[in-house]
C-alpha cells in the first residue's frame, strides 16, 4: 500500500505563494496518476491539479493560470506550486495516487485509491 505524505501548507497573504509537497513511497515504479485535491469547510474534495506517468498535466479552470504541479521521479516528490493566492483558495490539500493511467480523469477524486492526510493552506485577505 503507498503511503502519501503532504507538507508546506501554511497561512498567506492575498496574492502571496506558497509551494505544496508530497512524498510518495510503496510504488514499485513511477508508473501512477497522481492529483492535488482540496476540500474547504462544507464543501466537496475537487481536483486542483493532476499529472500522468507520462507528464500529462491538467487544471482546474479556477486555477490554471496560478499554479504548477510537478513531479520527481527520482525523489518521489510531487509538488504544487501555487501563485497569487486567493482567499477562496483557502482548503485542506491533499495528494492521491492510483496505479491506473489517468487523463481525461485526473481530477476526478473517485479515481484514487491512496491518499495522503491532507495540509493546510489559509489565504487572509
Known amino acids: 500500500q503507498a503511503q502519501l505524505v503532504e507538507s508546506g501548507g501554511g497561512s498567506v497573504q492575498s496574492g502571496g505563494s506558497l509551494r505544496l509537497s508530497c512524498a510518495i513511497s510503496?510504488?514499485?515504479?513511477?508508473?501512477?496518476?497522481m492529483c492535488w485535491f482540496r476540500q474547504a469547510p462544507g464543501k466537496g474534495r475537487g481536483g486542483v491539479a493532476g499529472?500522468?506517468?507520462?507528464?500529462?498535466?491538467m487544471y482546474a479552470d479556477s486555477v490554471k493560470d496560478r499554479v504548477a504541479i510537478s513531479h520527481d521521479n527520482a525523489r518521489n516528490m510531487l509538488f504544487l506550486q501555487m501563485s497569487s493566492l486567493k482567499p477562496e483558495d483557502t482548503a485542506m490539500y491533499y495528494c492521491?495516487?492510483?496505479?491506473?493511467?489517468?487523463?481525461?480523469?485526473?481530477?476526478?477524486?473517485?479515481?484514487?485509491?491512496?491518499w495522503g492526510q491532507g495540509t493546510q493552506v489559509t489565504v487572509s485577505s
Open positions: 510503496g510504488y514499485t515504479n513511477n508508473e501512477y496518476s
Open positions: 499529472i500522468n506517468e507520462n507528464g500529462y498535466t
Open positions: 492521491a495516487a492510483d496505479l491506473r493511467f489517468l487523463t481525461s480523469s485526473l481530477l476526478r477524486p473517485d479515481k484514487y485509491n491512496n
